[in-house]
């Protein structure tokens, strides 16, 4: 789910769907669940993370909206003077930036250890980093060359430019483009990366959910969807 965020509200919204495909994979997972898949665990931690965040949104979204229950206990719990609305306006951002920031590192994280799992389920060992594993198991899975690099790379690159302040370092000065359900991602070597937004990195990270789900999931020497999905 994309929509161009025009508040708190809506930014909530596009972390909600990804928490929504999250728990339908795990619900439709139940039996290995309880065998304690580590695969399906990592789905777990995931849609953790992603309340985490969530719950942070609504609290922005209630003090935004003046919510007095709210406001006051915010402001207490973070050390804002009520009359200070400058501050009240920086601490908001603040904290909108570490729900992005959350959202992009942590649960990205999480899809990197997840990619690692499936390769030790088909005893394979990568030596190199998130890429060349993907890679390796587009290989091993049959799939076509980008099937699953093309999209997971694409929080993967997200994640890289916020530890260049916002700008992005293409491999050997090359840039990266792909389309995600008509929303472009384009990174331009060298130029401040204009699609990390939470909506943006929300929705990257619930197509790559979904290509997992739908390249991965099925393969008969990992797991399987039991009932389908929603």
Not at 34 to 45: G, N, R, V
Not at 105 to 134: R, T
Not at 181 to 188: G, K, Q, T
């Amino acid at each position: 789910m994309f929509v161009i965020s025009k508040s708190y509200k809506d930014e909530f919204q596009c972390v909600k769907s990804l928490e929504i495909k999250l728990t339908n994979i795990i619900d439709n997972n139940k039996e290995l669940s309880l065998k304690e898949d580590p695969c399906i665990h990592s789905f777990f931690k995931m849609r953790e993370l992603v309340r985490s965040v969530l719950l942070n949104l609504n609290l922005l979204h209630s003090w935004y909206i003046g919510d007095e229950s709210m406001v006051n206990t915010i402001q207490d719990i973070i050390g804002v003077a009520p009359h200070n609305q400058a501050g009240l306006d920086n601490t908001a951002k603040t904290l909108q930036f570490f729900c992005k920031s959350s959202l992009n590192l942590l649960i990205q994280f999480q899809i990197e250890n997840l990619i690692s799992l499936f390769l030790d389920k088909l005893n394979i060992e990568v030596p190199g980093g998130f890429y060349q594993k993907i890679i390796r198991l587009e290989s091993e899975l049959s799939l076509k060359k980008g099937e699953l690099a093309n999209p997971l790379m694409v929080p993967a690159h997200l994640r890289n430019s916020l530890h260049s302040d916002g700008r992005y370092k293409g491999y050997k000065g090359e840039g990266f483009s792909y389309l995600i359900e008509e929303v472009p991602f384009n990174f331009i070597d060298g130029e401040k990366v204009d699609c990390a937004s939470i909506p943006h990195i929300a929705h990257s990270l619930e197509n790559s959910i979904r290509i997992i789900k739908e390249k991965v999931l099925s393969h008969k020497d990992l797991i399987a969807d039991q009932e389908g999905d929603t």
